[in-house]
């Protein structure tokens, strides 16, 4: 049986290839440092060190139309190379998806044959997250959210403002962001450490404080100023 996947939002079958192996899931696994201790009698001590080891997936990709496999060819390198949406999942499991780093295409093997295969191996974060995920609108005060993840969320927010200059500050958990002489409109990206006012220009010399976590369970969010509203996408992090 012939299978798709989803890539790049696009739809392997879409482009005539589809996966002719079993798609074999990698494990996620946190890296471990192994420390020699002289005279234990238990051998060295372990340290999870809190970090994870990158994904890969290797597939081996059958080409429909043998008749036009070197334009498929060249299709399928484009869209797996231009990437611009980099989550990856499959028709089995379609809840969670891979964030993919960067993609390697094989040359296609057999391409006199009807079985021309080409072979793609996907580099990808060390976790899975929420194929669909949504923002979460929030406009009173000591409001809490619920977050699912396995391990601490990097958030992104919206934040509306009156058009007035002011200082304000965002606490979530207890941990305060302040944001000096704002107005309008501010876009706090945790994932990518950046603060964007309403003309996609950095503001990061206006904040003082870490970039927001979300951790499993309820989170509450509150601030101090005038914030019309928040909008929040949890970015969830899972481990399995």
């Keep these: ?44 001590l372990t340290r999870k060190t809190g970090n994870y080891k990158d994904l890969q997936f290797d597939l081996n990709l059958k080409i429909f139309d043998i008749k036009r496999y070197k334009d498929r060819q060249r299709e399928v390198n484009l869209w797996l190379n231009d ?6 999942f499959f028709d089995d499991y379609r809840e969670k998806c891979y964030k993919v780093k960067n993609v390697i295409c094989d040359k296609i093997s057999d391409e006199k044959q009807a079985n021309a295969i080409l072979k793609v191996t996907f580099n990808c974060e060390p976790f899975l997250y929420k194929t669909e995920e949504y923002w979460q609108t929030i406009i009173t005060n000591n409001y809490d959210i619920f977050y699912i993840g396995d391990l601490e969320g990097s958030p992104n927010l919206k934040l509306t403002l009156p058009s007035s200059i002011q200082n304000i500050s965002l606490i979530i958990n207890g941990e305060e962001i302040q944001l000096k002489s704002v107005s309008d409109f501010i876009y706090i990206d945790s994932e990518l450490i950046e603060i964007l006012d309403n003309n996609n220009q950095s503001i990061s010399n206006k904040m003082i404080g870490n970039f927001p976590t979300l951790r499993n369970g309820y989170n509450k969010i509150s601030w101090i100023g005038n914030i019309e509203k928040i909008e929040i996408l949890n970015n969830t992090i899972f481990v399995g």
Excluded: A, C, T
Excluded at 83 to 88: F, G, H
């Design 83 to 88: 990437i611009k949406d980099n989550r990856l």
């Design 1 to 44: 049986m012939i299978n798709s996947f989803w890539f790049n939002g696009r739809n392997s079958f879409s482009f005539g290839i589809g996966i002719i192996d079993k798609v074999e899931y990698p494990v996620i696994q946190e890296e471990i440092e192994l420390i020699p201790v002289e005279g234990r009698k238990k051998g060295s």
